[in-house]
Structures are given as structure tokens and as C-alpha cells.
């Protein structure tokens, strides 16, 4: 199985966050650990992210908050990394706080990849308008989770099944994508979410 690379965002994905369990329960996942998830920096982090993603190429990455945004970076600046596909889940807009404005502005260029923003219409770190707007500059598929907050423990994801559904789905359309440009592809529904 494709090895998933999870990227935790503003101050790290401690227990009991989804994030975290994701790493304990899947053997095919690995979480990054940033040098200091207190005081991101960008130039700094993307290189972190980026000897990962060499190490594993094709993984399919996975980030929430601040670790969508990176991930939007790599893709934008990094574009010859083998990336096989990024799941971004409820990313923060670095001009909503201080503490993320040196990763402002986001990129608006769009992916190579197949990619998925999962969003809600709750979150205080970006409108759900704002992340269908970058969705679809990015090229990325949609998805609406309802009113969850900021898709986080005080929302109440601590274990998510639904979210190793949503990477599964996204392998899947990954490993597809070569039937796509020969035109031979199918119907990709997406997948059934639940919270847990």
C-alpha cells in the first residue's frame, strides 16, 4: 500500500487528535515531526516535508490546518517532487493570525495531482467559501463535511475512520489517473463521511 505522510499543523497533532491516531493505527502512515511546531516556519518546514517525501516518493499526503497550507507550498514550489496525491483538510488562512502570516500568501496554481480540500462551514480558520475557491484554483475536488468546526479534537474528531476513507478514495483516483488521460476513465464516486 502507498505510504501516507501526515502533516500536522500549528502547534502539532498531539493525542487524542485524529491525526495522531492515524499514525498509531495505520502501519502505512508516518507523521512528520517538525523542529518546532510552535514557531512554524516555511522555508524551514517544506525542506522537513520534503526529505520525507523523498524518502517515500508517491506517498499520498495528508494535512490539516497549517499542514494544508504547506503541503499547497510544496506543490506550487516544489513541482518535481512524485507526490501521488494530498488531502487537505481544513486549512487555516495564514492571514487570519499572525503566527501563520509568513505563510502568507497562499498559492493559487494548480495541481498536477489528484487532491481533495475537506472543509466545513464552521471553521474560524477559513469560510467554507474560501476553501471552494481554492479548490478549485488548486484543481482539487470539494468535499463538505456540514458544520464541524475546525475538523479538530475540540470539534470532535479525535479517531476518523471517514478520513482514511476519503485517503482510500483518493488512492484509488490517483492510481487511475493515467486511465483518465487515455480517456478510459469511470465514475469516481465519493466516498461516504462520517466523523467516526
Known sequence: MTTTIIVPGLDGSATPHWQDWWARTDPNAIMV???????????????????MILRHPGSILVGHSLGSVLIARMLARWPDLRIGAAMLVAPANPASS??????????????DIPAVVVAS???????????????????????????????NVASGFGPWPGGK??????????????????GLSRHQPQPALARH
Do not use: C
Open 165 to 182: 476513507l476519503i485517503r482510500d478514495w483518493l488512492e484509488e483516483k490517483a492510481q487511475a489517473t493515467p486511465m483518465i488521460a487515455a
Open 33 to 51: 515531526e517538525f523542529d518546532d511546531p510552535h514557531r512554524p516556519a516555511p522555508e524551514r518546514d517544506e525542506a522537513k516535508l520534503a526529505g
Open 98 to 111: 499572525e503566527r501563520l502570516s509568513r505563510f502568507d500568501p497562499l498559492p493559487e496554481s494548480r495541481f
Open 121 to 151: 462551514h464552521d471553521d474560524p480558520w477559513m469560510t467554507f467559501a474560501q476553501a471552494g475557491y481554492l479548490a478549485g484554483r488548486w484543481g482539487a475536488d470539494l468535499l463538505d463535511l456540514g458544520h464541524v468546526g475546525h475538523i
